[in-house]
């Protein structure tokens, strides 16, 4: 009787022991897992402070070019300006001009 006891005692230390290695390697696995998991939210977290810092230098150049076009625009504006204020300075002078001609003529 006690030799059954001692068989069963040890069958159930093998199973124990066998439950015990399968539970260390499925943990080894998981943390391998993990530690992958952590690897590849370093590596995205990387790629997105790299994309966060290139979008930043494109919206400064976006902010660059805006300004710019806002000068260019005025500057447009100011030239359209002054083109027309000649225009009417012109049309003034070929008016005197054309008055002038028709004095020396009628004279």
């Known amino acids: 009787m006690p030799r059954d006891g001692e068989g069963m005692r040890a069958t ?3 199973f124990l022991q066998e439950q ?16 992958q998991a952590h690897e590849q939210i370093r590596a995205c977290q990387d790629r997105d402070a790299s994309l966060r810092s290139e979008l930043q230098a494109i919206n400064d150049k ?5 300004e710019r076009l806002r000068q260019d625009k005025s500057e447009t504006a100011s030239k359209d300006e002054h083109v027309r204020v000649l225009s009417e300075q012109n049309k003034q002078m070929l008016t005197m001009l054309e008055t002038e001609e028709q ?3 009628a004279t």
């Not at 015990?20 to 530690?35: A, D, G, I, Y």
């Not at 976006?62 to 805006?66: C, H, M, N, T």
């Open 12 to 14: 159930e230390i093998s």
């Open 20 to 35: 015990n290695k399968l539970v260390l390697e499925t943990l080894e696995r998981v943390e391998q897992e993990r530690e």
């Open 62 to 66: 976006i902010g660059s070019l805006a």
């Open 103 to 105: 004095k020396a003529k």
